[in-house]
């Protein structure tokens, strides 16, 4: 299939709008249109490689390992799986991968700061060169963030795009047999990383959960006292039904924006 794509999903996506509007995007957000477009459609070409994207801190380069980044960039920088009404100035970033959404959140804003977690320890090299321009405004944990916490088997796969916690509900887009390993991980509990952020900063303007399976797990189980600091959260998961009490809900394609009802009239409390 397409860059690995099931025909299943392809079905899933072709009428979704958000997507039509990414492929406009492409023109703008890449310096080289078409051999992007190219890569994200059909997946092939030489890695690693390195590609220009226009952002509001100017062009900058990210470095492509295999052709499933490209789809990740594709969808933080095009489809903008992870947009927010206004720039956010404090991040969690759970599930940080190679930098991408990092580097997608910190070029919205001069001021912005990421708190970063990324327990593939193959991908974290790869995150610091994409990142190197911001090394002052990213705090990186090497460790997996959920709704537990302990050394705990961790399943990844050869791109490092789809690591998870949840060995039972792992899945792996393309055909036929996919060669995986469990390697053993640190994990924290989602209410350490945010009270670590919170205490620092005040406020949390984007709480970011992208953990292959475990998003809604580790959602439900944030305190709501933590959950009071937090402005927004972006969820990577299909059931649209999902509801936070206290949060309108914003359902996006693969994603879903929770958005404080508080942080409306600027009334989030700070500590």
Aim: with cysteine.
């Amino acid at each position: 299939m397409l860059n690995d794509r099931s025909l299943r999903l392809i079905a899933r996506n072709v009428t979704r709008p958000s997507n039509y509007l990414a492929l406009a995007r492409i023109g703008w957000v890449y310096e080289r249109p078409l051999q992007a477009a190219f890569r994200y459609f059909v997946g092939h070409g030489e890695y690693p490689c390195s590609v220009r994207v226009r952002t509001p801190a100017g062009p900058q380069s990210v470095t492509l390992f295999n052709s499933h980044d490209a789809v990740t960039v594709h969808e933080i920088f095009c489809r903008q799986d992870y947009r927010c009404p206004s720039p956010p100035q404090v991040v969690v970033d759970l599930g940080s991968n190679i930098g991408v959404s990092a580097l997608y959140f910190l070029t919205r804003s001069p001021s912005s700061y990421c708190d970063l977690y990324e327990p593939d320890p193959r991908n974290v090299p790869k995150l610091l060169l994409n990142l190197q321009k911001f090394r002052d405004r990213f705090t990186l944990h090497e460790t997996a963030v959920a709704d537990r916490q302990g050394l705990l088997s961790f399943t990844r796969e050869p791109t490092g795009r789809y690591g998870s916690l949840e060995a039972t509900t792992w899945i792996w887009t393309s055909p036929g047999t996919v060669e995986t390993e469990r390697i053993d991980v640190r994990v924290e509990h989602v209410n350490t990383a945010l009270d670590r952020a919170i205490s620092r900063h005040g406020v949390v303007d984007l709480l970011k959960i992208d953990t292959e399976g475990s998003e809604l797990a580790t959602l439900l189980a944030i305190d709501p006292k933590l959950r009071a600091h937090v402005r927004h959260i972006v969820i990577e998961w299909s059931d649209r039904r999902v509801t936070l009490d206290g949060f309108k809900t914003s359902p996006s394609c693969d994603t879903i924006m929770f958005s404080n009802k508080l942080g409306e009239h600027g009334r989030l409390p700070l500590v």
